[in-house]
């Protein structure tokens, strides 16, 4: 089985333009399977009495976020999040131009 880049048991299509809303639904199972989607759906900071232990593992979930998005979709659509390493940014932005009418060949 070809699996994506990313090291994961899920293999899903990447977001191709044509395939958001099935793309939004595959991605949002595998960012709960890493522990990432709350940080798509909610802005808590990691809390200020965290160890540095704690900092770290919250630092490295919401790295994963966003590198799990970015790595879910086509390159032509990298460079529309390439200015952000935020997950929550990176999902809103390809929510926008899941929403614009195609564009005539």
Request: aromatic share 12%; proline share 9%.
């Amino acid at each position: 089985m070809n699996m994506p880049a990313e090291s994961s048991p899920f293999a899903f299509p990447k977001l191709d333009g044509s395939n958001y809303t099935s793309w939004k639904e595959d991605k949002k199972v595998v960012l709960m399977d890493r522990g990432c989607w709350s940080f798509i759906i909610e802005d808590k900071p990691c809390p200020e009495q965290a160890t540095e232990k704690e900092k770290f593992e919250f630092d490295c979930r919401k790295q994963r976020c966003y590198t799990t998005i970015y790595q879910g979709i086509v390159k032509k659509f990298l460079p529309l999040i390439r200015h952000t390493t935020d997950g929550k940014e990176a999902w809103s932005i390809l929510k926008q131009i899941s929403n614009q009418p195609p564009k005539p060949d």
